[in-house]
């Protein structure tokens, strides 16, 4: 049985992209055309340029460069603490909704075996 570690420098990436740590800014329209026909005459792309992935897992003719935060350690660390916070507020929110629910659904059960 072989086994096949987690590459976890990617799958570090892939987070600071869902939290937008790293942001995909897509290209022009003029600088598409000209990284496509730089991969036509068999070139690479420069430094820093990227294709979108498909969903079939093949590349789109579209480009993307990547942009870093800027913020210091200090920043983001406080701006991680406030995203944090701000899933504990939807979770809280829907736990109170729920709760809600439940309690208008006993009631209602109440009322109905009352009649």
């Known amino acids: 049985m072989s086994y096949n570690p987690k590459d976890l420098k990617e799958e ?3 987070y600071k ?3 937008d740590v790293l942001q995909k800014i ?3 329209v ?3 055309k000209e990284y496509r026909k730089i991969l ?3 070139g690479q792309l420069p430094e820093g340029v990227y294709p979108y992935i498909g969903a079939d897992g093949t590349d789109t003719s579209d480009f993307y460069t ?3 935060s800027n913020l ?3 920043e983001m660390d406080e701006y ?3 995203r944090k916070l701000k899933f504990l507020k939807t979770i809280k929110n829907c736990v109170v909704f729920f709760m809600v629910l439940q309690i208008i659904t006993i009631i209602g059960a109440i009322l109905i075996s009352s009649l």
Do not use: M, V
């Open 66 to 68: 990547i942009c870093e």
């Open 40 to 42: 036509k005459d068999g």
């Open 72 to 74: 210091s350690k200090d």
């Open 12 to 14: 570090l990436r892939s």
């Open 80 to 82: 991680l603490t406030y």
């Open 30 to 32: 003029k600088e598409n």
């Open 26 to 28: 897509p290209c022009s």
């Open 17 to 19: 992209f869902e939290f």
